[in-house]
Structures are given as structure tokens and as C-alpha cells.
């Protein structure tokens, strides 16, 4: 009888440990699963503000968040679009921070700057070392 007491006891423990397991992995999923909820309702947030702005053309511009970071990428007709749209990512609730990757049409891209996705241009031209034949 004292085994039997003892093997159930140690089972009942065993499948306590597990389903504690199991359940701090749900738990997880579900934290991972809310996060992805959350970013995608501020990105959802921010391009309905930018809709609602008639000077932003939010058809020109992509939003992506992650962990509350706002990445805006595209371009538009004028420096007071970019930052309309800009302000309106910047005053939704949750945003952390705002990664501006928008271009204004027309001008010229700062200097070692480089369209989203491309390595920036080096600063200076690379010459070949001495006595190498160009």
C-alpha cells in the first residue's frame, strides 16, 4: 500500500510540474500573441491618422511596428507631409519611438543616406592601394 501511496504521489507531483510548465508556456504564447496585437493595432492607429490628415499621403507611406517602434518608410510631396505624418506616429498611444525612413519627393537624399532595404553609399571614393594597376 505504501508504494502505491508513494507512485501517486510522485505522479500527481510530475503532472503538476508539467501542466505548470504547459501553462507558463501558454502564458508566453499568449504575452507573444498580445504583443503582436498591440503593434499591429498602433500601426493600424497611425495610418488612420495619417488618413484623417489631408496633407499626408498615407498611401505613400509604410508603417511596421515592433515592440512599440514605429519604422515609416516611403515618401512624400513635402517636408510638412513627412512631418505630419511623422507627428501623427509620434502622438499614438503606445508608440515607443519613431524610425523616420521617409523621403521627400524632389529632394536630394542626405549624403551617405540610402533607400530602405539598400547599404548606405560610402563617404568617400575608395582609391586602390599604391602600385596596384588601375
Avoid: Y
Amino acid at each position: 500500500m505504501k508504494v502505491f501511496g508513494v507512485t501517486v504521489m510522485a505522479a500527481t507531483a510530475v503532472g503538476c510540474t508539467a501542466s505548470s510548465n504547459a501553462a507558463e508556456g501558454a502564458k508566453s504564447i499568449v504575452h507573444e500573441v498580445g504583443d503582436r496585437a498591440t503593434d499591429m493595432s498602433i500601426s493600424m492607429a497611425v495610418n488612420a491618422k495619417m488618413i484623417d490628415d489631408p496633407i499626408v499621403k498615407s498611401k505613400q507611406i509604410e508603417v511596421r511596428t515592433v515592440n512599440g517602434v514605429v519604422t515609416m518608410t516611403g515618401s512624400q510631396p513635402s517636408l510638412q507631409a513627412k512631418q505630419h505624418a511623422i507627428e501623427a506616429a509620434r502622438k499614438t498611444k503606445g508608440v515607443k519611438s519613431v524610425v523616420d525612413e521617409i523621403v521627400v519627393e524632389g529632394m536630394p537624399m542626405p549624403q551617405g543616406a540610402a533607400p530602405a532595404g539598400l547599404p548606405p553609399a560610402p563617404q568617400q571614393p575608395v582609391a586602390p592601394p599604391p602600385g596596384v594597376w588601375q
